[in-house]
């Protein structure tokens, strides 16, 4: 057995994976143990050892975190989860497990899983991105995660806005202190703000949908912009890495507009269509849901490994 662990470290909850090949053999869950960075370690030490006595073997160790390791000092960088910010997270974790152990951002471990078995199997080039409270992104190439110099390769929710349009103004703050990134509007709490800023109505995500899908008509310019915004912020991003597949997950991916709206606008702003030639990259929903985090922290070790 090729046994692999994953670990998806979140705020409330540690989840993890067992895989033989492709196969999940085991899964748990255990509280996070929220501003206690020596008990966050012993809990992933704790459910690794689980894993492996479930699973009848010991593997490698993959764990996506809310952040980054900095590629200067090896210490966790701009994490949500702010106890382990400034660790070595990777040094104790390995000094507890006995082994290496490979950390990478949640997203980046999305991305990863849907481009290993998931909905982008096959695809050299990926970008999976996540929305839902936050929008994150991640990128992989020929099956390899990319981090990058500064470890924030597909961090697409912290640039602008582009191309910009009627209704997108004023820009909305975001909290890494700049204003009009593509997080403020493409992330579920900018679809509700948005909404509310243009209707002075205040609705979750999943009220403002019932409304557009019962033809109130300001519920639906909501969901337009929404579309549009996805679309513009989207054709960038093919403009500059041009993936052969975008994956999306998180709570907003199960808006089935979005797979069939957004491929018909995102040529507007894509340069190759302006020779008429269409759009080759592909949107689609992630194969493994909720499910992709853990599994791409355990895909950070392919099976060669």
Known sequence: MKLRIGIDLGGTKIEGIALDGSKEVARLRVPTPRDDYDATVGAIATLTAALETRAGASGSVGVGIPGALSPSTGLVK???????????????????????????????????????DGAAAGAEVVF????????????????SVLTGANAIAGEWGHIALPWAAAGDEPAPGCYCGKRGCIETYLSGPGL????????????????LLAHASGGDVAAQATLDRYVSRAARGLAAIINVLDPDVVVLGGGLSNIDALYERIPRLWGRW????GTGEAVRTRLVRARHGDSSGVRGAAWLWPLSD
């Open 270 to 273: 894509v340069f190759a269509a």
């Open 192 to 207: 509700s703000s948005d909404h509310e800023r243009h209707t002075s109505r205040r609705c979750d995500v999943p009220e």
């Open 78 to 116: 701009n994490a949500n989860s702010t106890w382990l910010i400034g660790r070595p997270l990777a040094d104790d974790l390995a000094a507890r497990l006995g082994r290496e152990v490979r950390i990478a951002n949640d997203a980046n471990c999305f991305a990863m899983s849907e481009a290993a």
């Open 128 to 143: 999976g991105v996540i929305l839902g409270t936050g929008t994150g992104a991640g990128i992989v190439v020929r099956g």
